[in-house]
């Protein structure tokens, strides 16, 4: 399978703990995006990259989020000290970079804060 | 900043049948792109359709096609020949083609139920 992978794809955690997500995007993307997607809402933009170089962030992502691609393949996103408004589906996507801006999706990672 | 709106929040359709979900967005940019997702239950998310804002041909996908007004600021999606297949969510997102932001804004979504 060559799609775009998530993992864990659903994590349990109880408030105050710190999580970590990876994505693997499609191998050849340069591209990679990060949503969260709450019950009955669309996905809303949390940051995303070209390679290893971060180069837009949401004012959601706050100081809590980090997200990080070091080596411009995978992607590691974490979030410190949970809180249960953190409870939401977190979605990666990646694009070839000038080839139609389609974002393919991952399957995403659910996050519970207990 | 650019807001997707999708007024109605679930919708049915008998198999076969044809049915269209609208989409309204608010920008004052001139050049962006519109797209049509879709989530079916528990699956990743696929594109189903593309328009460029350029373009006033509307884009076309063996059953699926888009109504793009580019005035009116509306980008509706018609499926044609319904099938059980396209029970999903469906959300409708504006991507910017200025100013170097990449990133989807989307709508809330509408769910779309196929009758058989």
């Known amino acids: 399978d060559t799609g775009v992978s998530q993992d864990p794809r659903h994590k349990i955690t109880k408030r105050g703990q710190n999580v970590t997500f990876r994505c693997d995007p499609i191998?050849?993307?340069?591209?990679l995006y990060w949503y969260r997607q709450t019950l009955g809402q669309g996905p809303e933009f949390l940051t995303y990259?070209?390679?290893?170089?971060?180069?837009?962030k949401s004012r959601l992502l706050s100081d809590r989020f980090s997200a990080e691609r070091p080596k411009g393949s995978f992607s590691t996103l974490e979030i410190q000290r949970t809180e249960q408004g953190d409870s939401a589906m977190y979605l990666c996507?990646?694009?070839?970079?000038?080839?139609?801006?389609?974002?393919?999706f991952g399957p995403g990672t659910r996050l519970t804060v207990t | 900043a650019q807001t997707v709106t999708q007024s109605q929040p679930e919708m049915s359709v008998q198999e076969a049948e044809t049915v269209t979900l609208s989409c309204t967005y608010d920008?004052?940019?001139?050049?962006?792109?519109l797209f049509w997702y879709k989530q079916p239950p528990s699956r990743q998310m696929i594109l189903v359709i593309r328009?460029?804002?350029?373009?006033?041909q509307n884009a076309t996908e063996n059953r699926f096609s888009v109504n793009f007004q580019k005035a009116a600021k509306s980008f509706s999606l018609k499926i044609s020949d319904s099938q059980l297949g396209d029970a999903a969510m469906y959300f409708c997102?504006?991507?910017?083609?200025?100013?170097?932001?990449?990133?989807?804004?989307f709508g809330k979504g509408m769910k779309l139920t196929v009758n058989p």
């Open positions: 328009q460029e804002a350029y373009k006033q």
């Open positions: 990259f070209q390679n290893e170089a971060q180069l837009e």
């Open positions: 920008t004052s940019e001139s050049d962006y792109y």
């Open positions: 997102a504006y991507r910017s083609n200025q100013g170097g932001s990449e990133k989807l804004v």
């Open positions: 191998s050849e993307h340069n591209r």
């Open positions: 996507a990646s694009s070839l970079n000038g080839h139609s801006y389609e974002q393919y």
